[in-house]
Structures are given as structure tokens and as C-alpha cells.
């Protein structure tokens, strides 16, 4: 089955500081892959998702961007972090067929201060 | 765009007490997953509904998907503690592969 390596666990950054999260999949090949992001105790706003390598879509305009370098590998990054992007970013994947279920990272708590 | 909104946003409910809460999408769904978060954790896989109308149930908890597939809800029976957490209903948007969350209910068993 697939599993979903999300790194770190927690981050505490400055304002006007870069970001890089990173996603890694195994147990599965050319995944559609996503990153959510939940304010406390609120719901999941999709933000990216990728469908193949090099391909994003944005769902929200900010200061955030997603990067597919591998088939495996979703990157979520930031050049300067603003106090509004503090919050529970969750990472996840989809193989793609109507039956299959969404599976998540165990995401990273981003407080930005 | 699609939205996804769920009421009650919050239940607190006593131990032994049943518990529901209700998914309604703006636009029609071909299936929608519900998913659970404890507090702290990550969204985890409860269940799917495809068939309009369709009724599943897991132990406790049955999950219905309406007849015109805009809505669902989620019933639990009898809560207990272990049922803490935030339930989420999630449907894909329609032509995209974009999966498009509710708002959640958060519940609270009080023991």
C-alpha cells in the first residue's frame, strides 16, 4: 500500500523567511499528488495539486508555490513567509481510479512568527 | 466554484449519545469519501458512497449518500470517547482530479 513521508514533523520560522517542505511517496507510481493546508481547527484548503512531473495547478493565490521534481516527490515552498501562512500543511495522494482513497502525510505544524 | 459545507461546524454530545453530521455539496457528485482526524493527526479514510442513495454502515457509524448525490451524512451510534475527532466528507470536482473537502464537524464525547 502506499505510504506518504512527510517532513519535519514541526517548523517555527520568521517572517520574510523562505520554506521548503517536502513529500515523498512510496507503494505507487505516477500518483496525483496535493497539498492542503488546515488553520486550527478549520478545514483543508487545497492549494496545489499535480497531476505528473512538472505539472501544477494552484488553487489559491499567495505567496506559495509547488515544484514536482520526480514522479514521487512533491516540494512546497515559499521565498519570504508571511504571519497568514502558519498553519497545518498536509501533503496527499491519489492513484488516480474513482474507488481509491485519499492518503495523507502526517503533516507539518508551521508557525510562523 | 464547488463547495462543501457541513453542519453542525461543532458537537459536543455525552457518552452513549447519538451523533450526526450532514455533507451538502454545490454542485453533484460522482461518489464522496468521508474521512476522520483526530486531534493532532492527519485526515484518515473512513469510507466511499457511489450509488445514489446508497446507505453503508461500519459498526457504529452509517453513512448515507442522497438520492440526487448533492448530499450525505454521517449517523453514530451510541458515542464513545474513541470517536473524538473531526469528521470530514471530501467529493471530487467534477472533470478535474481536485478533491474537495467539507468544512468539517468536530465532536466531543463528554465521558
Known amino acids: 500500500s502506499q505510504t506518504i513521508h512527510q517532513w519535519p514533523a514541526t517548523l517555527v520560522q520568521p517572517v520574510g523567511s523562505p520554506l521548503s517542505l517536502e513529500c515523498t511517496v512510496e507503494g505507487t507510481s505516477n500518483p496525483n499528488l496535493y497539498w492542503y493546508r488546515q488553520a486550527a481547527g478549520r478545514g483543508l484548503q487545497l492549494l496545489f495539486y499535480?497531476?505528473?512531473?512538472?505539472?501544477i495547478s494552484s488553487e489559491v493565490p499567495q505567496n506559495l508555490s509547488a515544484s514536482r521534481p520526480q514522479d514521487r516527490q512533491f516540494i512546497l515552498s515559499s521565498k519570504k513567509l508571511l504571519l497568514s501562512d502558519s498553519g497545518f500543511y498536509l501533503c496527499?495522494?491519489?492513484?488516480?481510479?474513482?474507488?481509491?482513497?485519499?492518503?495523507f502525510g502526517s503533516g507539518t505544524q508551521l508557525s510562523v512568527l | 466554484g464547488q463547495q462543501v459545507m457541513q453542519i453542525p461546524q461543532y458537537q459536543h454530545v455525552q457518552e452513549g449519545e447519538d451523533f450526526t453530521t450532514y455533507c451538502n455539496s454545490s454542485?453533484?457528485?460522482?461518489?464522496i469519501q468521508w474521512y476522520k482526524q483526530r486531534p493532532g493527526g492527519h485526515p484518515v479514510f473512513l469510507i466511499q458512497l457511489v450509488k445514489s442513495g446508497e446507505v453503508k454502515k461500519q459498526k457504529r457509524l452509517t453513512f448515507q449518500f442522497g438520492e440526487a448525490k448533492k448530499n450525505s451524512s454521517l449517523h453514530i451510534t451510541a458515542t464513545q470517547t474513541t470517536d473524538v475527532g473531526t469528521y470530514f466528507c471530501a467529493g471530487p470536482n467534477s472533470g478535474t482530479y481536485k478533491y474537495i473537502f467539507g468544512t468539517g464537524t468536530r465532536l466531543k464525547v463528554l465521558a
Open positions: 496527499a495522494c491519489w492513484g488516480g481510479a474513482t474507488n481509491e482513497k485519499l492518503f
Open positions: 454542485t453533484t457528485l460522482s461518489n
Open positions: 499535480s497531476v505528473g512531473i512538472g505539472q
